[in-house]
């Protein structure tokens, strides 16, 4: 594994081996919080920046904890990471905070961060190890995005509504209504639709794996094969 | 000479599914036919939208696929969704609602789960349950019932040009269902609420009652031909009966309607006869269906009462389709030369 290289991290990260997508890891905010575009933003960035720190603290203590202790270890350094991102929200952006609620603390428990914590920082050096969660971090961000995005478009006709929350009072002119007179379709801003989509995203994924996959074999079986040599001395054991 | 191996189950049945289908939607006649005389053509509208989105649904789905369209086309499964679907949504809904609503039925309730015979939840039940959802506007708009105070007769142009958004037919022609009427007044007498409100009739809503009357009549017709057994209906609605019963004190709102009408209100013949007997999302054993009828009697009575929608068979269903294997793995009947336990 230490040798792994940033060019494999990023496709891991962005794509074969996606958190949301793939991994199926950290599900309980990708669902909760993808209803509109503010929200799925704010999110990630959140846990991009916990993904990242925790990774780096991981990677420089993974010489000193033992293998008994370092669950906790890397949960207690979660939790500070958390709560740092909390604060720092809580004090720049306090009204994103206030719609955040309970999930900026259930952070913690985001199965990703410590999945990546476990599998990768507690292995590698923090170089590799930053680059990882952020990779992780942009993987499970750009879904989070397109989801907050096709949910908020289809669930009430516009998109990037409230932006100001987060980036202040340039965005408040931001919102970009799609439809004109769209009847609000409470369903897709509510859990469900969120699990319908991640599962058409999935599909979609899976679509394009399998496309090219066949592409693959398609040109192999066309490369002129080599000749062989049949082995016709010595035994064989 | 050929010795075929024939084994067991020697009996068969002449009917096949699409004949099955074909029964049920014969029977939907005389409760639309009474729905169509008290609220005029637009359910008839709809159910012309439904039946075409259905079949495109379904047909498309089936090709991706990779099944047999015709033959599962020919089964009727899709046309009696829709069916359903459109008499349970609202007669002067806008086109595209219904549309939706189809499509949702078949593409997820239905083909995402499995499709046909393998779908946990009944399709246009959950279609219906996301559109009152979703559009809760659009979902309570009911035309008022002809011998009322503001109804009025809408032919079959009204209601098409209203499905399609270019007139609006029930401007000025909708009215509180009786169920809601009932939900929104918890402080009057039975008999001023007969008196203030012209769409209550005989003992439950004018129209409502008749409607009733003709699903019932349907349902009576296919318990005749054998359709489905007399369990889960019979003790839905009797359940039913028995809660408003013990609980209705003869005179106040509060105590939540006489047993009369409440069989007689909202879906509940279409209910208990041709959503209850569902076959692929029901329960299996005649025991298992006297549980289900019993509990979605129980829940429809709750949510229609205390809860905050006005009627509830879709929700009850849906959570006792939840609850079917369950009830089935305990109502398992006995295999013949074995003892009690399992």
Known sequence: MADTSYKDITILGLWKNNPALVQLLGLCPLLAMTGSVVNAIGMSVATTFVLVTSNIDVSLIRNVVSDAVRLPAFVMIIAAAVTAIQLLMQAFTYDLYTVLGVFLPLITTNCVILGRADAFACKNNVFASAYDGLMMGLGFSIVMFLLGFFRELF???????DMHLLFGPIAQ????????????????????????????????????????????????????????????????? | MALLKVTSPHAHGPRSTGGVMQQVILATIPGVAALTYFFG????????????????????????????????????????TAVLLAIALPPYAPWWLIVLAVAFAILIAKHL???????????????????????PVQMTQWAAPISTDVGSFIGPVDALLNSLGLINAIDGHTMATPLDVLKQNNTLMMDQLWQENTQFGLFAGKGWEIANLGFLIGGLYLLWRKIFTWHAPVSMLATLALLTLITYDGGSSNSGGSPLFHLFSGATMLGAFFIVTDPVTSTVSNRGRIVYGVCIGILVYIIRVWGSYPDAIAFAVLLMNFAAPFIDHYTKPTTYGYGKQS
């Not at chain 2, 159910?47 to 495109?56: D, P, Q, V």
């Not at chain 2, 789960?113 to 559009?135: C, D, E, K, R």
């Open chain 1, 173 to 237: 002119n931001w919102t970009w209504e799609v439809f004109k007179d769209y009847p609000q379709f409470l369903y897709i801003i509510l859990p469900p639709g969120a699990f319908i989509f991640t599962g058409f995203m999935i599909a979609i994924k899976n679509i394009i794996d399998n496309h090219f996959e066949e592409i693959q074999k398609a040109q192999k079986a066309q490369e002129p094969k080599e000749d062989r040599r049949v082995r016709i001395t010595g035994t064989i054991s």
């Open chain 2, 113 to 135: 789960y499995g499709g046909m015979g393998y779908n946990p939840f009944n399709p246009a039940m959950v279609a219906y349950v996301v559109m009152l959802v979703s559009l």
């Open chain 1, 155 to 161: 669930g009430t006709g516009t998109v990037f509504a």
């Open chain 2, 41 to 80: 053509f637009g359910i008839l509208i709809n159910m012309l939208w439904a039946i075409i989105t259905a079949l495109a649904c379904e047909a498309a789905v089936l090709k991706l696929r990779k099944r047999p369209i015709g033959f599962y086309l020919k089964d009727y499964s899709a046309v009696v």
